[in-house]
């Protein structure tokens, strides 16, 4: 997830804002409904005041019609549709008032007037696209169709909203769109921590993504000079040594005395070693890519281990099946696993080193004290417990480098006077 940061924070900010928006537009279309529901429900005081009217004097239903078409309003007649209008229509608005009406009384006093309360109930309701005022009072009721006003049409807000989404999604594909190269970097930039160090960072434009993009091109460049010469460096090396080490191998054979001869011979063996470690640490850091390696039973890695050790074969017990097999590059595990039969034959007390599996990890057991430094402290490069031992301090060093190649760690772990160096 952490990969996707960025992405996930426009992400994130883009379903905020449409959830914003959208709740906004929604509050104001219910608000517009109301007020537009609000307006259109003022035209019942027409309605009961030709209804009072009509009770009033007691007219005709034709006179009632009339009189309410003159403002498009139609009598709901049908016993059918108008139970369903009552029972499966949307109420709008529902009002309840008390109608006051001055009627006169005749008498053998003379006229009079008195107050005649009728209590009234208007209800707006919409069906089928269609406006009706229900009119409901203690002397009956009456349906009333406006057929001039129409429910109310959001069409303006909605344009509105579909306009601003609109621009909401477009807003975040251009940032998208500005990303893509963000996101190529980031492969490039993983690519070349693999050891692809062809991979080029060059890019056109002048935006802030081009800059680091250019700049890196520019490191990788200064990168790939050191490692060229650091590489030569090491090559040259290597040659010049080789050749006096060569013609002082020849030259000891030439003296008289035996204990010289093995005294020199011992030291130019020692700096043929040397030289061959650094040939090592010089092909570890050449591996660019994953290209050589292959498939190995792991015993037949093993068994090449052990004869580049040469050691004898009762010193190194391996109980690990053929079935088990790795994906590795062979001269480097190998060397790796013969490093690590070198370290447990001269450190163990009984020269012997068991290489065995442990819960799916290579192990490595030898009987002897527990180091008495950390791990890390070894495989740092020219660091040995007992420097009067014959070595460069170089062994754990490229086990752990060769380790690294293969996407593993070295462990350790010290138990009942068994010293267990693992690849983790």
């Known amino acids: 997830m952490q990969k996707h940061a960025v992405l996930i924070t426009v992400l994130f900010a883009l379903v905020v804002t449409l959830l914003s928006v959208s709740m906004v537009f929604w509050e104001f279309y219910k608000l517009n409904r109301q007020q537009y529901i609000s307006n259109i429900f003022t035209k019942y005081s027409v309605i009961t005041q030709i209804y009072r009217e009509h009770k009033q004097r007691d007219s005709s239903e034709i006179m009632l019609e009339a ?8 009598i709901e007649k049908d016993t059918k549709e108008r139970k369903m209008v009552i029972q499966k229509g949307e109420v709008l608005k529902r009002e309840g008032f008390e109608s006051v009406n001055d009627i006169v009384i005749f008498s053998k006093q003379g006229f009079s007037f008195e107050n005649d309360e009728t209590g009234l109930r208007a209800t707006m309701i919409e069906l089928h696209r269609k406006i009706y005022f229900y009119i409901e009072s203690s002397r ?38 500005r990303l893509r190269p963000l996101i190529r970097l980031r492969r490039k930039i993983a690519r070349f921590g693999n050891g692809d160090l062809t991979i080029s960072f060059k890019t056109d434009g002048s935006d802030e993504i081009a800059l680091v993009a250019n700049e ?13 010469s650091r590489t030569l460096f090491l090559r040259n090396l290597m040659h010049e040594l080789k050749t006096p080490i060569a013609k002082g191998t020849i030259a000891t054979q030439m003296l008289s005395s035996q204990k010289q001869i093995d005294r020199f011979s011992s030291i130019f063996g020692r700096l ?27 015993v037949d890695i093993i068994d090449g281990a052990i004869d580049m050790a040469m050691v004898e074969r009762s010193s190194v017990s391996v109980d690990i099946g053929s079935s088990v097999k790795i994906f590795a590059n062979y001269r480097l ?38 180091i008495s430094k950390p791990l890390q402290y070894y495989i740092e490069p020219f660091t040995k417990d007992n420097p009067s031992k014959s070595s460069f301090g170089l062994g754990l060093y490229l086990v752990d480098s060769i380790l690294k190649v293969h996407d593993k760690v070295l462990a350790h772990e010290y138990k009942n006077g068994i010293n267990r160096f693992i690849f983790a």
């Not at 009333?144 to 807003?171: C, G, Q, V």
């Not at 890196?216 to 060229?228: D, G």
């Not at 061959?276 to 039973?297: C, G, H, P, Q, W």
């Open 67 to 74: 009189n309410l078409a003159v403002y498009n309003f139609r």
């Open 140 to 177: 009956g009721s009456i349906l009333i169709e406006d057929e001039e006003l129409t429910p109310f049409k959001p069409w303006n807000i909605l344009y509105s909203y579909t306009t601003i989404i609109a621009i909401i999604f477009i807003s975040f594909f251009l940032i998208l769109q």
């Open 216 to 228: 890196l091109e520019s490191a990788k460049l200064k990168i790939n000079s050191i490692l060229e």
């Open 272 to 298: 043929e070693s040397l030289v061959s470690e650094f040939a090592m640490i010089e092909e570890l850091t050449s591996v660019d890519s994953k290209k050589d390696f292959k498939e190995y039973r792991l």
């Open 333 to 370: 595990y190998t060397t790796a696993i013969k490093n690590m039969i070198d370290n447990g034959i001269k450190y163990s007390t009984d020269a012997h080193v068991r290489i065995l599996m442990a819960k799916g990890e290579l192990s490595f057991d030898s009987r002897g004290e527990c």
